[in-house]
């Protein structure tokens, strides 16, 4: 059995816009700056508190924020303008993964589960994983705990996996689990970032991470 594991924002999805937008909102409604979108973005794939700690600071009320945060994304992703949209090709490149015998497909994100299990379901993806890794169950990347986990409930060797991701944090994360760690260029990191990170390698487009995936496993 072969195990491919894939981050959700910046790799299958485009979340900039409902991200930017969430800050805007909390931190507005908090009295506190809104961060740059540089800022915001480089943080992307880091647990929320982390994530809205550096951002706003000490003395932040950072759970009080994490609350909010959690009743906003959930309306923001009701309008178009806002919903995360999938890369070109990746809802393709899923379909076929997971139709793949022997193949098995996981998901490995700072999202809490109930972030991310409606966005999967919104997608028509639910179905596509066979175990879904998220803040609320592991530490926050760079932490292997997501990974270990998604090995651990797929019985899969670190050997036989692969993780799919756009950060730096995705990128230690998968050199400290020992699995492979697969750099995408179209999300929130440099490749400059990415390699530095780790990367085992980094591709440009999704016709190149299917081939990829291809001779990896």
């Known amino acids: ?64 924020m994490v609350q909010a945060y959690g009743r906003v994304l959930p309306q923001l992703r009701g309008d178009a303008a806002f919903a995360e949209r999938p890369f070109d090709g990746i ?41 879904i890794q998220a803040a609320d169950k592991a530490p926050s990347k760079p932490h292997p705990g997501m990974l270990l986990q998604a090995l651990a409930e797929t019985g899969v060797a670190a050997d036989d996996a692969v993780f799919i991701g756009d950060t730096s944090f995705d990128m230690l994360m998968a050199k400290a689990a020992g699995v492979p760690g697969i750099g995408v260029t179209w999300g929130y990191h440099t490749a400059e970032q990415l390699a530095a990170a780790g990367a085992s390698r980094i591709v440009t487009t999704v016709a190149e991470l299917r081939r990829c995936l291809d001779d990896a496993l």
């Open 91 to 131: 809802g393709e490149l899923l379909g076929a993964l997971s139709g793949r015998p022997g193949t098995v497909l996981a998901i490995a994100t700072g999202h809490t589960s109930k972030a991310v299990v409606p966005a999967l379901e919104v997608l028509g993806w639910r179905d596509r994983f066979s175990t």
């Open 1 to 64: 059995m072969q195990l491919i594991i894939f981050d959700f924002d910046g790799t299958l999805v485009d979340s900039r816009a409902l991200i930017l937008e969430c800050h805007r909102i909390v931190f507005t409604d908090f009295g506190l700056p809104v961060p740059s979108a540089q800022d915001s973005l480089a943080l992307i794939g880091r647990s929320l508190e982390l994530v809205l700690a550096e951002l706003a600071g000490d003395g932040a009320p950072i759970m009080s």
